[in-house]
């Protein structure tokens, strides 16, 4: 089983940027997909990008397409999330997760499809 840890959580401005980064350490040969969700004060957790570990293969949410962008170095071991024109709605703690399965009909967007989860860090968009 892998190990994640994320980093690069913080406060930023609406419109501003910031990237998170997620390490990962232990096995990886059973990985097929790591992803970041995000829980937000009183709502559940949400997909909010998944990539296939291998293929590199990435899949947003609507709610991000165009603005975030999911990435890894698998040679670094690294996941990472480029968040651009950030909005106070996406205010939320991120994790990183990943999962051995292979996605069919877009299970990879189910929060329930990913079982293994880092410690999570914290993102708020505020003026």
């Known amino acids: 089983q892998v190990q994640l840890g994320e980093s690069g959580g913080g406060s930023v401005q609406p419109g501003g940027s910031l990237r998170l980064s997620c390490e990962v350490s232990g096995n990886t040969y059973n990985l097929e997909y790591i992803a970041w969700l995000r829980q937000a004060p009183g709502k559940e957790h949400e997909v909010v990008a998944s990539i296939g570990y291998r293929t590199g293969s990435p899949f947003y949410d609507d709610s991000v397409k165009g603005r975030f962008a999911i990435s890894r170095d698998t040679a670094k071991r690294t996941l990472y999330l480029q968040m651009n024109r950030v909005k106070p709605e996406d205010t939320a703690m991120y994790y990183c997760?990943?999962?051995?399965?292979?996605?069919?009909?877009?299970?990879?967007?189910?929060?329930?499809?990913?079982?293994?989860w880092g410690q999570g860090t914290q993102v708020t968009v505020s003026s």
């Open positions: 997760a990943t999962s051995d399965r292979w996605s069919i009909g877009g299970e990879w967007s189910r929060p329930t499809f990913y079982d293994n």
